[in-house]
Every structure is written in C-alpha cells, then in structure tokens.
C-alpha cells in the first residue's frame, strides 16, 4: 500500500507521498497513471518528500508526464505544509532543497493551522545560456522570437526552471492550440513553461501558463515569479505585484536580488493506492 495526500496550491494540484517512511516509485509510467483526471488519483503531476543531507528535507517534484521539474513554486508552500501537518517536523522555518537548490520557506500559522506559506524562490537568471534559450543574443527581454511561424516578443527568465513571458491585451484565446508549439521548439533544449499576460496595472498583474510536462495548469508558481520579474523588468510593474492566475492569486515581491512568493496550500484529501494498480 502507497499512502498519499493531495494538496493544491491556487488550483495547482499534485500528488505528494512521504518518500521517507515508504518506498515511493518514480518512473513516467507510474507517475502519469497516478495524475490521470479519470483512471489515477488526478493531479498536475507527483511530489516526494525526501530526507536531505544539506537541508531540512528534499523535495523531488514530476509533472504528469513523468518528467522531473527542477522547482515548483505552488509545490514547495504545499510541501512545507506537509512536513509540518504531518508532525515530520515542528520547525515553522523550513530549508527545502530542491534541484535548483536550497529554498528557505516561512511558514504562517494561523489556530493552529498553516495558512499561507512565503518561499525565496532566489535569484531570477536571464542569460540565455543559463536558461537555456538558443538566442543570438545574451538576454532575451521583450525580443522577437518566431514560434511555429508566428512572430511575438518575449521575455525569457529562470527561476530554477526555464520560463518565457509573453505580453498580450487579454487572455481569451486558444491555449491548448498554441502552448505544444512553444513546449517543443528547439530554442528551448529543456522545453520551457510559457506564461501568458495581461498587464491590469502596476500593482496586477493576470497570466495563464502552459506548463512543460503538464500543459494548461491553473497555475504556476516559478511561472507567477518569472512574470512579476519580466514586467519588474520591461517596466510594467513595481517591486511587488498581485499576479492572479487561473486558481488564485500569489503576492510576488522583488527584493534585495531575490524573488519572494506568499501564497496558500491546502490539503484536499488523502488515500492509499496499490502500486501494482498503475502499472
Ligand atoms: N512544469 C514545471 C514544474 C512545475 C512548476 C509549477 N507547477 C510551479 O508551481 O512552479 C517545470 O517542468 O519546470
């Protein structure tokens, strides 16, 4: 027997287990039958939670196509939730390392109960190479790029995981149709997460995101970071910024060279699955 819980950060919703007191399998084929909305538990993809040798824990995080995210901001408020909630822990101050590194989260405790977690989710990197984006120019901030033959201009930023932010006047369009183009052309030789927005003032920011490995998600935590700083960046909005998604809203501030997220997590419900059930 698996044990699991379900958590979801503004809609973003993943499967996370204790890798520590079970043996968690980690392979695409389980994972994406585990994320499948009709047939598996249904998520954005797999969460575990880890022992670490440098940090508090280790968070090792999947979207539902099996493939490993290097960070996930809406993931790591839930996972420090966990660890708290299921008593692995009493700290309220949590470093959490991550393939991107070691990320310090607050946790905010409200009777009892977490309420809203804030994460320095870092540095934001926009080198090219560091992202990496095969561009003939060292940044790439509101350039030309051209995908799948349509031209746009773009603001590439790393947050740990690769981003591109695209400007538009409003969000009602077809998603589903252009999102594959930008997760698979070869300027991106880690794919990239593509958020789309709409700039509602210096202080709101509205974005949706096809996400690498999950596609259309209600949000994107590193997505809503690298946003906040491509418009802290082509001058569309101040050091801090309500940015809503699909699933809810995240307070995103620019501060000192980091980038620093407050949003919610939320356990829905928890279960037990037999392994051998998704395989
Ligand atoms: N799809 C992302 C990982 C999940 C990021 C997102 N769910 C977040 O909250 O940051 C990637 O492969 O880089």
């Not at 490995?213 to 418009?231: D, I, L, N, P």
Request: charge should be negative; hydrophobic fraction near 35%.
């Amino acid at each position: 027997m698996l044990q699991f819980t379900k958590m979801e950060g503004i809609g973003n919703d993943y499967v996370y287990m204790d890798g520590i007191h079970q043996r968690v399998p980690m392979d695409a084929t389980f994972i994406s039958k585990i994320s499948d909305r009709h047939f598996g538990i249904g998520s954005d993809g797999l969460i575990v939670i880890l022992e670490s040798e440098v940090a508090d824990f280790k968070m090792r995080m999947f979207n539902l196509d099996g493939s490993e995210g290097k960070m996930c901001g809406n993931g790591i408020r839930c996972f420090a939730k966990f660890v708290y909630d299921e008593h692995l822990t009493k700290k309220t101050t949590l470093q959490i390392e991550t393939l991107s590194g070691i990320k310090t989260c607050e946790l905010k405790i409200e009777n009892g109960e977490v309420t809203s977690v804030t994460v320095d989710m870092g540095k934001p990197v926009t080198t090219c190479r560091e992202i990496p984006v095969v561009y003939d120019q060292e940044e790439m901030i509101d350039d030309e790029l051209v995908i799948n033959g349509i031209k746009y201009r773009g603001t590439a930023v790393s947050m740990g995981n690769p981003h591109l932010v695209i400007y538009r006047d409003n969000l009602d369009f077809n998603l589903e149709k252009i999102g594959p183009h930008f997760e698979k052309d070869p300027m991106f030789p880690e794919s990239v997460n593509t958020e789309f927005v709409q700039v509602i003032d210096e202080k709101h920011l509205k974005m949706r995101v096809w996400e690498r490995g999950s596609g259309e998600t209600h949000a994107c935590g590193t997505g809503a970071c690298a946003v906040m700083y491509a418009s802290y960046l082509n001058h569309l909005c101040g050091p801090e910024a309500d940015v809503e998604l699909l699933g809810g809203h995240l307070q995103i501030a620019y501060r000192d060279g980091h980038i620093f997220m407050t949003g919610p997590a939320r356990t829905t419900f928890r279960g037990y699955i037999q392994e051998e059930d998704y395989r």
